[in-house]
């Protein structure tokens, strides 16, 4: 996806901006696949109380600490190329490895929310006179 993405492959019989358009929909369509499923990982770990508020607070949180990263990629592309070419694909990669390790870490470690009742009891709608399972209609 990304030779597409950044011009350096075009689709036979479309221009340039059609290739880099392609290329930038399949990239972003593979990493929302990629992605996506950690916020909902995250509303899996989340206690019951704060599960609305939890996930999207520590997604932000942790934009918040990678907000540096940036800086830090810029450091490690000068070190590894030279100072007038930076080496930035290297330092990106290096990154996104580290990135992929600890996602894989944390959720090998995490606990696994397979097979529980998202609702206590205590929170659950009262049933109503007349009914033995709430998904029934009511015996008249």
């Known amino acids: ?8 492959i075009r689709i ?3 221009s340039l901006l059609a290739s880099i358009a392609i290329g930038a929909f399949l990239l972003q369509f593979m990493v929302q696949g990629a992605w996506g499923v950690i ?3 995250l509303n899996e770990l989340s206690p019951t109380d704060v599960r609305g508020t939890f996930p999207g607070f520590a ?4 934009n918040l600490f990678a907000a540096f990263i940036v800086f830090l990629e ?13 080496n930035y694909a290297a330092a990106l990669a290096i990154f996104s490895l580290g990135a992929f390790i600890a996602v894989i870490i944390f959720t090998a ?5 397979r097979g529980i009742e998202f609702i ?3 929170e659950q709608q009262p049933v109503p006179a007349g009914m033995v399972n709430p998904t029934e209609k009511a015996i008249s």
Request: glycine share 12%; net charge neutral; aromatic share 10%.
């Open 74 to 86: 810029a450091i490690l592309a000068q070190n590894i190329g030279t100072k007038a070419t930076p």
């Open 109 to 113: 470690i995490g606990r696994e929310a």
């Open 120 to 122: 206590s009891a205590d």
């Open 1 to 8: 996806m990304i030779p597409f993405w950044v011009g350096f």
């Open 39 to 41: 916020p909902v990982h």
């Open 59 to 62: 997604y932000q949180l942790g």
């Open 12 to 14: 036979p019989g479309l």
